[in-house]
T-cell receptor, first 114, second 115 residues
Framework: KAGVTQTPRYLIKTRGQQVTLSCSPI?????VSWYQQTPGQGLQFLFE???????NKGNFPGRFSGRQFSNSRSEMNVSTLELGDSALYLC?????????????FGPGTRLTVL | GDSVTQMEGPVTLSEEAFLTINCTYT??????LFWYVQYPGEGLQLLLK?????DKGSNKGFEATYRKETTSFHLEKGSVQVSDSAVYFC??????????????FGKGTKLSVKP
């Protein structure tokens, strides 16, 4: 069974631009969560989608948004990029919503904002 | 708010040494607990988990026991290898619909094992 895939793996953007990251969950998984990982803040939760609905959202500004499609694939978008948005963005999928279901992580997208 | 606290690294050990990485959590109930591992340049992999008090999770020689009395979930391995060098994250199940998400992570502990 294929794991969680994320594209692209690496991205370089400049301040003010916008970016879209993609995540394909494991087949049969309907929940996708997104996390931002930085050396200073560690792993921070962005949002979770289940069956195309945003289930909960972390404490990030409105520049961070996401969506989920009917095939469970998910995208996240960051508009008006800032230097501080440079991070590893990880997505994780699970069968169902909530924390008890094991979450499986993708390799991440490394975003660098110049 | 609810949190996970793990010992700060980096931790440097010689091959075959005993490993302990401490982890404690705060919670009003009994959330599931997890250890994830992140190898250089990769995403997180689930190492082990425990879903109720006194459960012991184990995998690849690593073990952790869910201790509700001490709200702890310490990671142990009897004999580490160079290939165990990675960052280890302790995590607990989040609150339903909470802004911290389904998994609340500790800051991570970097382990380096020298031959």
């Amino acid at each position: 069974k294929a794991g969680v895939t994320q594209t692209p793996r690496y991205l370089i953007k400049t301040r003010g631009q916008q970016v879209t990251l993609s995540c394909s969950p494991i087949s049969g998984h309907r929940s996708v969560s997104w996390y931002q990982q930085t050396p200073g803040q560690g792993l921070q939760f962005l949002f979770e989608y289940f069956s195309e609905t945003q289930r909960n959202k972390g404490n990030f500004p409105g520049r961070f948004s996401g969506r989920q499609f009917s095939n469970s694939r998910s995208e996240m978008n960051v508009s008006t990029l800032e230097l501080g948005d440079s991070a590893l963005y990880l997505c994780a999928s699970s069968r169902g919503p909530g924390g008890t279901d094991t979450q499986y992580f993708g390799p991440g997208t490394r975003l660098t904002v110049l | 708010g609810d949190s996970v606290t793990q010992m700060e690294g980096p931790v440097t050990l010689s091959e075959e040494a005993f490993l302990t990485i401490n982890c404690t959590y705060t919670a009003t109930g009994y959330p599931s607990l997890f250890w994830y591992v992140q190898y250089p340049g990769e995403g997180l992999q689930l190492l082990l988990k425990a879903t109720k008090a006194d459960d012991k999770g184990s995998n690849k020689g690593f073990e952790a026991t869910y201790r509700k009395e001490t709200t702890s979930f310490h990671l142990e391995k009897g004999s580490v290898q160079v290939s165990d060098s990675a960052v280890y994250f302790c995590a607990r199940e989040g609150n339903y619909g909470g802004s911290q998400g389904n998994l609340i992570f500790g800051k991570g502990t970097k382990l380096s094992v020298k031959p």
